[in-house]
């Protein structure tokens, strides 16, 4: 199965299981949680790397030998 063929499975399930009002009404979420979820995305990694580069610079520990 490609990608597009399980995405298509999932839709036509969905139009089964929920009806086509709340199915629609779903879909319409979809964008504003992906968005959620790139943000917070966003927001860990440079989180992330901003704790990483202050315990380099602070000679606590040499990240690139840790994280392998």
Known sequence: MGFGTEILFILMLGLLVLGP???RTLLGHVPRAKAQLDEASRGFKSQLAAELDAAHREGKTDTSHELL
Request: cysteine-free; aromatic content about 0%; hydrophobic content about 35%.
């Open 21 to 23: 009002k709340q199915l």
